[in-house]
């Protein structure tokens, strides 16, 4: 008796081989150009290589190409500066370059593009050129244009071989994931209507914005067209945030009962619902294009709402008409998502078509990073200074390189003990190698064949997000202790010194980031509520009129997004904290409605539309009463968000209590309620 199994082939993705083939071929070819011309440190060019390398992707390495090109003229520019004025005082230039370095990596943290990068390079350039020329001040500008070459030669080589060998288009992944977001918003508003669970929908929204705005800042550096369309590519971030925010106070009504007899789904008729998801899912499919779209949702928008229930008894109209009206504003958001989907999916130049995301970071979250950065060069520098170590300038100089780097990646803390650990590992290997294969190598070929492996492994290790800490870490250790010349020497001694320079780098940057306001989960809930605070100032302020909606959601929708970053999805916790944030979103962009007629541009005209029409019996004028009562649960949700002791289940009673409050307040702003209103003047 035989029996055929059917053995499913192998399938081995080429991309990571490729990237870590070219990886090699550039660092081979740019150290061959460095002997050739006798350039004095030429592991500086393959470090170059190396730090602008992005897997995947050749638009990254021609963003941080430029931005390393600009960091680093200014960084030697600084460093000549501070060499000219301290040549012979090391505790004052030492001082001088932490205060640099802590002043660029706070400017990193306000900026979410590859200027940051530039930021980054600024401050160790300086160090990288600045350290050296303080033990040999008459060298200094040979240093500095030494440096410059083998910078810039790795940037050039390192670009040329990535766009001229199979390059991977960044447009092209932008392409894919505009297309995958049309899915995925659509999913998620039809899930909506048709009052399903859209948590994973939801989630992947959140996701798709991420993605866009990190294509986006490389994939201007490939084409032009994509670089005239870069506002309506944020615009679409800033509608996905939209729609999110327009989904939270329909989704919870659709669910509440009304008074414990009726669903409040029941007051927009079924076959309304329906007709809107089957519109939407017809423009994901092409079936309409958006002005198709938004006639047909907008047909829908206006049709009657329910009043009596199956069993012919009266439905409040209060709750039919607030419900109706945030359906209304709903499908009209997402609408205007569908316009700005295809503006930027066209590409088409102009001006934002309804608001960007605030990518800035908080400035007292900054300011702590750069504190951390500049201390951590200070600690570096004193126990150079007190212990008098010969290789205590390369701990000075990779601690400044490692924290400056390492303030832009996130997590500080578990990558410092990750490179601790990827220096102690990759000691022996590297070791080996360097003193004792290479003394035995005679010519470059030879060379090349025992370098180029050890190479190909750490830029095949980087394609991966689990390992690309080991080997982006590994290349760093491998490139500084090699010490690669036209002439070598091998010295074991100083290979250890470098390592221990390295190790102590590391341990030192996280040290201070666990010791000195570590940037813990409770961290990132009080960056979020520091931005919430400053947007409820903005909704409730009498001077910012019809910039409120734009102001509020360009200013809190980047900080859910940026909380969304820094969270990990599937944790109770963590989850509910996205939860209450949209909460807040959603709340404070259905006030920021009620309280003006219009918005600064068209489509945001359009979005108010529902709360300025009596048919839907929501007019514009608010109580004060009311509206203090939603500012009060507003600040009651930030508040228990910014605890230090986070317990889910109250943060989550604080959420539903923020939108009982809205709800409360939608149905009594009714003129169903009252015919009569005092009305404030903020309104």
């Known amino acids: 008796m035989s029996c055929n199994k059917t053995v499913a082939p192998l399938r081995i993705d080429p991309k990571p081989w490729l990237f870590a083939a070219k990886t090699t071929g550039a660092c081979l070819l740019a150290l061959f150009i460095a002997f050739r011309f006798n350039l004095d440190q030429p592991q500086w060019t393959l470090l170059t290589i190396f730090i602008v390398a992005q897997p995947g992707t050749s638009g990254g390495i021609l963003g941080k190409s430029f931005s390393r090109l600009i960091g680093t003229f200014i960084g030697a520019a600084v460093a000549l500066i501070l060499v000219g004025l301290f040549a012979q005082e090391r505790v004052l230039f030492l001082g001088a370059l932490a205060i640099w370095i802590g002043v660029c990596t706070f400017g990193s943290q306000l900026v979410r593009s590859w200027t940051n990068y530039a930021f980054v390079l600024s401050g160790y350039t300086a160090a990288i050129i600045g350290i050296p020329a303080t033990l040999n001040p008459d060298n200094a500008f040979y240093l500095a244009t030494a440096r410059l070459t083998e910078i810039c030669l790795g940037i050039m080589v390192g670009t040329a071989v990535n766009q001229l060998i199979m390059p991977a288009r960044m447009t092209d992944s932008l392409k894919r994931a505009l297309a995958d977001t049309r899915r995925t918003v659509s999913g998620f508003a039809a899930g909506v209507l048709n009052d399903g669970d859209v948590t994973g929908e939801r989630a992947g929204v959140v996701s798709a914005v991420m993605r866009i705005e990190d294509l986006l800042n490389s994939a201007v550096f490939e084409d032009v067209p994509t670089r005239l369309a870069s506002n309506q590519i944020r615009g679409l971030a800033g509608a996905l ?23 409040a789904g029941c007051f927009v008729p079924w076959q309304t619902r329906t007709e809107a998801a089957e519109a939407i899912m017809s423009w994901e499919s092409g079936g309409l294009d958006a002005v198709a779209l938004t006639e047909r949702l907008r047909a829908l928008r206006f049709a009657e709402p329910v009043t009596e229930a199956s069993n012919g008894e009266l439905l409040e109209l209060d709750a039919s008409a607030v419900l109706a009206g945030r359906f209304a504003t709903f499908v009209e958001s997402f609408a205007a998502c569908a316009r700005a989907w295809e503006a930027a999916a066209n590409r088409r130049p102009g001006p934002l078509s309804l608001f960007a995301l605030d990518p800035a970071d908080d400035r007292f979250s900054a300011t702590l990073t750069g504190v951390r950065s500049a201390l951590a060069v200070i600690a570096a520098g004193l126990f150079w200074i007190l212990t008098a170590w010969p290789r205590g300038y390369m701990a000075v100089l990779l601690t400044a390189l490692g924290t400056s780097r390492a303030s832009t990646m996130g997590n500080v803390v578990p990558l410092a003990i990750a490179t601790t650990m990827t220096f102690g590992l990759s000691f ?176 945001m005209k359009s979005l108010s539309v529902p709360y300025g029409n009596a048919q839907l019996g929501l007019p514009a004028p608010l109580s004060c009463d009311l509206l203090e009562s939603a500012r009060s649960a507003m600040n009651d949700c930030v508040r228990v968000l910014s605890r230090e002791s986070l317990d889910t289940s109250t943060l989550l009673r604080a959420a539903q209590d923020l939108e009982d409050v809205m709800d409360e307040f939608a149905q009594q702003d009714s003129p169903a309620v009252s015919e009569t209103r005092v009305t404030c003047d903020a309104c």
């Open 241 to 263: 945030v939209d729609v999110l925010a327009a989904a939270q106070p329909l989704q919870r009504q659709l669910r509440a009962p009304s008074n414990g007899r009726q669903p």
């Open 428 to 603: 022996i290997p590297s070791f080996i190698l360097c003193e004792m294969l290479l003394p035995g190598v005679s010519g470059y070929p030879m060379f090349a064949l025992f370098v180029g492996p050890m190479l190909f492994l750490f830029a095949l290790l980087m394609t991966n997000k689990r390992t690309f800490v080991i080997g982006y870490m590994a290349a760093m250790l491998f490139l500084n202790v090699s010490g690669f010349q036209n002439r070598m020497t091998y010295d074991p001694i100083a290979f250890i010194n470098i390592t221990l320079a390295g190790i102590f780098a590391s341990s030192v940057s996280g040290l201070l980031w666990a010791m000195i306001a570590p940037d813990t989960r409770y961290k990132q809930r009080l960056r979020f509520a520091r931005t919430a605070r400053k947007g409820t100032r903005l909704l409730f302020d009498t001077r910012a009129g019809t910039s409120r909606l734009i102001g509020f959601e360009g200013l809190v929708g980047g900080a859910v997004i940026r909380l969304a970053r820094a969270l990990r999805p599937g944790r109770p916790e963590d989850e509910a904290c996205i939860q209450a944030a949209l909460a807040l979103l959603g709340t404070g962009r259905e006030l920021a409605l009620r309280t003006q007629a219009a918005c600064l541009s068209s489509d």
